[in-house]
């Protein structure tokens, strides 16, 4: 696509960007729309119903999403963002676009869901306004085009970044939390062996850069559950190693001698022999484990859990032989192709023989063993392969810079080694400290379900560069974020929701199966909706109207009566602004159904007994004053502002804003669409907030706009 030329670039996939874009693609023209979610549709997928005519909304957007995904003149860009236009000298714009990383090959994905059931960390799901969560891995909506999955993942957290030898901490906590025990061992295994000697033992440099720990100096309990799944694997199988990793003696493609019997020398071996090589360790008839015997001894590690981790890596199919052969040409000269000696010191001039750069000596620093060898074995693999070896080059295997010795303190300030044991509860509980600070953790469940071999932690973003002789912003608007108004309680109270929550509660995909309030899940009986929330309001430098919060109040009023027969519903207002065709008369239907309908302003909600809620509101219409009422759900019902931020993207040639913020059209009468801009257009409720009937004329105006400038320019 790099480079493509389209007659016009859409911003912003909701029901006005489609809109446009599907006019202008049924005229003929090249269409690009480029949506920053995962699934395009907009606000409007999300609604229950359309006022006044309360069509299913839903049943109204698919259609057009689909229409729109398999239109042969538009492309469509999910989980992109645009990052800068430029107009050049001959008025047609550059356009640099940033797909992002979903981690899911869209070309595989078929949308079947397993990944969603296996995933191990839940988050907010924003496209059910926080009422449940999600999965880090997840499908927008049942509805959304395209159905593919979508990774949500921040980086690495703190834990899996910091532990030199490339442990996915983050992975094997969110394993236990999920009560997965035997799962976290195997996922330790596929990082690296020596699982119940790290957790005696490690420094546990991921503890230090816990992000729990540096908020409340309690970091999660890494080491302790590194033990618990050691000790507990060793409690059920006592006598089986299979962690699901190879095991069968490898036939090896080449054919590896180690001598040592160090950790590293350990570790190294297990690498090599999962990659597919095959190895044989010479001993010299010493017994293995190196300082982790003086450990041992030491008293500070179990000789069980010694004995099970040097099984779990002999396991793997490594042959040991207790000779100390004559020279390491004597092993090559018998058909090795690579000897690795555990003597940093040796020199040679023979590149066939490795040796270490370091080699610790501090039982408390193993990680730092097995971390060199995991460079070691990538060096080998590459050499092997007949690639140029470089430091540089083998740093890669752990993905971040080689940990210095001496750069924590040997021991860190509480031994975990001489706590009891977790119990299986108190592992659980210990777990759920974890914050998920990445979001996703690595733990590569997903990846094991998915059938079709989609997940890709290997993505990286793109960017495209593409040219467009116009330019449509459709980018809508955001809601009044209510927890500005503290005395409403919003994110204070759970019983104080906002009417897109409402919306939420009341579609036909909605998260539960009927109207429940979030406190206790109690089905409400005496709902109020405050109407003007941020809208109307000078204190929160909002003093407009946004046409559109009276009618879907309005709106949710009936369908509650609807869902909820016995409930009674009170609409807190300002004035009613029932406007546009048929809005009056649905006002009226609301009346007859019995609505309340209270003129007055609510100042403040505090909590009454039982979850319920008083509100505090001045009576406009009868004696006046302030009154109190009692409800048990309360729906503020924000207003829209601009959501302008894609101004920022044009480098020069900025489109004008109004003084809602919202983009400024030359004239909304004479020249509706037209931005100051030459070639820049803007459709629906970017433009100021609209209802969706508007939005879609309002688009469909935007796209006779575009057309006509770009005949305009054929003819030129
Ligand atoms: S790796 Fe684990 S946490 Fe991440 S998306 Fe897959 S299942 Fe979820
Ligand atoms: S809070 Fe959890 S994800 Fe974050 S650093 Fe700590 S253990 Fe890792």
Not at 360 to 386: M, N, S, T, W, Y
Not at 407 to 420: F, G, M, N
Request: some cysteine.
């Amino acid at each position: 696509m790099d480079n493509l030329h389209f007659d016009c670039v859409v911003i912003g996939g909701g029901i006005s960007g489609m809109e446009s874009a599907l006019t202008l693609g049924d005229m003929g023209f090249k269409v690009l729309l480029v949506e920053r979610e995962a699934s395009i549709g907009g606000k409007m997928i999300l609604l229950s119903k359309v006022f006044p005519t309360l069509d299913c909304s839903s049943c109204i957007s698919t259609p057009k999403m689909a229409a729109t995904y398999n239109h042969p003149n538009i492309t469509t860009l999910t989980y992109s963002e645009v990052k800068s236009i430029e107009r050049l000298e001959d008025g047609t714009f550059d356009v640099k676009i940033t797909q992002k990383p979903t981690f899911v090959d869209p070309s595989k994905c078929t949308g079947c869901s397993q990944c969603e059931k296996v995933c191990t960390v839940a988050r907010i799901d924003q496209f059910n306004e926080g009422l449940i969560a999600r999965r880090a891995i997840y499908i927008p909506f049942p509805q959304a085009v395209p159905k593919k999955a979508v990774i949500e993942k921040k980086g690495l957290s703190p834990c899996s970044n910091s532990c030199p030898a490339g442990i996915r901490a983050h992975g094997l906590v969110a394993l236990i939390r999920n009560g997965r025990f035997e799962r976290a061992y195997e996922r330790h295994m596929e990082d690296a062996p020596f699982v119940g000697s790290l957790g005696y033992l490690c420094y546990a440099p991921c503890e230090k850069h816990c992000t729990k720990g540096k908020r409340s100096n309690k970091p999660v309990s890494i080491r302790e559950l590194e033990r618990f799944i050691a000790e507990k694997r060793i409690g059920a199988k006592p006598n089986n190693n299979d962690d699901g990793l190879p095991c069968e003696p490898p036939q090896g493609k080449h054919k590896i001698g180690i001598v040592g019997s160090g950790v590293e020398s350990l570790a190294l071996a297990y690498f090599l022999c999962i990659q597919g090589h095959s190895v044989t360790i010479f001993t010299g008839g010493k017994e293995l484990g190196g300082i982790l015997l003086k450990a041992k001894q030491g008293g500070h590690l179990p000789s069980y859990i010694l004995k099970n981790d040097i099984q779990g890596i002999l396991s793997k199919g490594i042959n040991v032989e207790d000779i100390k052969p004559a020279s390491f040409k004597e092993i090559l000269a018998n058909g090795y192709d690579v000897v690795f000696t555990e003597d940093k010191s040796y020199t040679s001039e023979d590149e066939r023989i490795f040796r270490p750069e370091t080699v610790v000596e501090d039982p408390c620093r193993i990680v730092l063993g097995i971390q060199e060898a995991k460079r070691i074995a990538r060096q080998i693999h590459l050499f092997l392969e007949g690639k140029t070896v470089t430091l540089k080059e083998s740093d890669k295997t752990t993905g971040r810079k080689l940990f210095k010795h001496g750069h924590y303190e040997t021991l860190p300030k509480e031994d975990a080694s001489l706590r009891p044991l977790l119990s299986e509860e108190q592992a659980l509980e210990k777990a759920m400290e974890c914050l998920d600070c990445g979001s996703c953790s690595e733990c590569l469940e997903c990846k094991k379900a998915c059938p079709a071999g989609a997940i890709d932690f290997s993505m990286e973003p793109t960017q495209l560069n593409v040219k467009a002789s116009a330019i449509i912003t459709a980018t809508g608007f955001k809601l009044f974020d209510p927890s500005k108004k503290k005395l409403l309680g919003y994110e204070r109270m759970p019983n104080v929701i906002t009417a897109m929550q409402m919306d939420r509660l009341l579609s036909p995909t909605r998260p539960y199966n009927a109207v429940l309030r979030p406190s206790d899940g109690k089905i409400p009986g005496n709902i109020a909706l405050i109407l003007c929330t941020g809208s109307r309001d000078k204190t929160v430098g909002n003093p407009w109207c946004s046409r559109i919060c009276c009618m879907y109040s309005i709106k949710q009023a009936q369908l509650i009566m609807g869902a909820l027969p016995i409930a009674n519903v009170t609409i807190y207002y300002i004035d009613i602004r029932a406007f546009g065709k048929g809005y009056d008369e649905f006002y009226e239907q609301a009346k007859g159904m019995g609505v309340v309908f209270v003129k007055g302003k609510v100042a403040r909600i505090e909590e009454a007994p039982g979850d319920d809620l008083y509100l505090y509101y001045e009576d406009m219409e009868r004696k006046g004053g302030l009154k109190r009422a009692k409800h048990d759900l309360v729906v503020l019902s924000v207003g829209a502002l601009a959501d302008s931020k894609i101004t920022k993207a044009f480098k020069d040639n900025i489109p004008q804003l109004n003084e809602l913020s919202f983009f400024k059209e030359i004239s909304e009468i004479s020249e509706p669409c037209l931005s100051n801009v030459d070639g820049v257009f803007v459709a629906g409720s970017a433009s100021g907030p609209k209802d969706i009937p508007d939005c879609v004329v309002h688009a469909g105006a935007c796209a006779a706009q575009v057309a006509s400038y770009l005949k305009s320019r054929d003819k030129a």
